[in-house]
């Protein structure tokens, strides 16, 4: 069954407010198995916001939208959608009555504008709003369902749950979503398409998104269904297919972040480790100890962005930093092996790089990173080139620091590589 939601409100159509009560609201439906097939968010105003209904009766089954219900002149939904499905709006007596009482309750008069939130369209069933003053509507027209629910989140959300749900559960006959997530580094987008395009394709019941953000990709695997055991054994084995064609760069199909997933593995191998960061200014240590228990493998590190602490805090030899300069291979290296030796852990990184928008030059350009990983035998280093602003730049170093991590251990445990880290 496939839904839209309708967001109304001039506000969401400025820089300053967002429609969140559509995330609430995908989520939900989601749940019940109903898909929501298209979002539109309109302002106040009349002929747009009957075309965004008239438009939505017409591609789905289910409507639903938040806001415009309340007393004042620009909130219309109700006479909108009334006047749409050629329905007469009447005064509901049991409706005014629950808002003056409301009113008496909190010890102030009803004014004249709060009636209009009483007015019914004929044929709709009321939904109580037990936070505030307007009540949700729903109403069916040519097989369709159209709900009409406050904007303020909380409203919204207490009345979809304890007037909605219930009711949309039944007519969606049992249909769920069923989901899987895979999270991938060290591939580019098209290349991991190429190697994965093949084994999605095939499922034309699954719904496969690729989403790319900066130093990550995640695979998202939906399908509807309403039987659990053949839904969970295709998707099962769509991860499967996925893992072997993407090896050790899958690096978890738990939906655990990286740092996680690298927490687990200093922990199930009794190792420690320690940073010298430059460019990242303490990122990387800051996402290792993200984690609760934290301290049984993160001993500690410094943030040495100027040459003199590199040597004081990193024991980097100055003449170093002025053969090679601070964004070098040789730096990299030699932080990490100084941290290391400084705190007795079992790895140290070190990271140094041009981060931006300033201080790039020809030969070391903005985005070029290093780091290097030392575990007292030979130190690994790898020289990156990142796009993007400074953020970009940082965030992904510090992504590739931790995969060095994880990749490390996948090798130092000769484990078979793969996703069950
Ligand atoms: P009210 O009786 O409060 O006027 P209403 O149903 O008319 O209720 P709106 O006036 O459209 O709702 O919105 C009330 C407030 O709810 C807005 O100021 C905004 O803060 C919040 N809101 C409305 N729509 C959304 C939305 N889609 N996502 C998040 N917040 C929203
Ligand atoms: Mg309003």
């Not at 407010?17 to 302002?43: A, M, P, W, Y």
Request: charged share 25%.
């Amino acid at each position: 069954m496939k839904a839209e939601i309708i967001a109304v409100g001039s506000e969401l159509l400025t820089p300053d407010r967002l429609d969140t009560n559509s995330l609430f609201l995908t989520q939900e439906l989601n749940k019940l198995g109903i898909e929501v097939s298209r979002k539109t968010i309109v302002g106040d105003n009349r002929a747009d916001l009957r075309d965004a209904f008239a438009q939505s009766l017409e591609r789905a089954e289910v409507v639903i939208s938040s806001g415009g219900l309340g007393p004042t002149e620009d909130d219309i939904t109700r006479e909108v959608v009334a006047d749409l499905l050629g329905r007469r709006l009447d005064l509901n007596p049991q409706v005014l009555a629950g808002i003056q009482e409301r009113f008496r309750r909190i010890g102030r008069q009803m004014v004249e504008a709060n009636a209009r939130q009483a007015m019914v369209p004929e044929g709709a069933q009321v939904l109580e709003n037990s936070r505030g003053t307007a009540p949700g509507l729903l109403l069916e027209s040519n097989g369709r369902l159209v709900i009409l629910l406050p904007g303020p989140p909380d409203e919204l959300k207490a009345l979809f749950a304890k007037q909605v749900q219930e009711r949309l559960a039944k007519r969606a006959g049992g249909l769920r979503q069923f989901s899987r997530e895979l999270r991938v580094t060290g591939l580019p987008e098209s290349d991991l398409d190429q190697r994965i395009a093949p084994i999605y394709t095939k499922y034309s019941s699954v719904n496969t998104t690729i989403l790319a953000a900066a130093g990550e990709i995640q695979i998202h695997l939906r399908a509807w269904s309403k039987d659990v055991r053949e839904t969970e054994i295709i998707l099962d084995e769509i991860v499967e297919q996925i893992s072997v064609a993407l090896a050790e760069n899958v690096f978890s199909t738990r939906s655990t972040s990286l740092e996680e997933v690298v927490a687990e593995a200093l922990n199930m191998n009794r190792a420690t480790i320690s940073t010298a960061e430059s460019c990242t200014g303490g990122l990387l240590a800051e996402r290792l100890t993200r984690i609760p228990g934290s301290s049984s493998y993160f001993l500690g590190g410094v943030v040495s962005y100027s040459n003199d602490l590199k040597t004081a805090w990193a024991d980097v030899p100055a003449e170093l930093i002025e053969s090679r300069g601070a964004v070098s291979p040789e730096v990299a290296t030699a932080l990490a092996e100084g941290i290391r030796r400084r705190t007795g852990s079992t790895l140290g990184v070190g990271i140094t790089g041009v981060a931006g928008p300033g201080g790039g030059t020809p030969e070391k350009p903005v985005g070029l990173v290093h780091i290097a990983l030392a575990d007292g035998g030979a130190t690994r280093e790898r020289g990156m080139f990142f796009p993007g602003d400074r953020e970009r730049v940082r965030w992904s170093a510090s992504q590739t620091a931790l995969d060095m991590v994880r990749r490390y251990f996948l090798r130092a445990t000769g484990k078979k590589p793969g996703p069950k880290v």
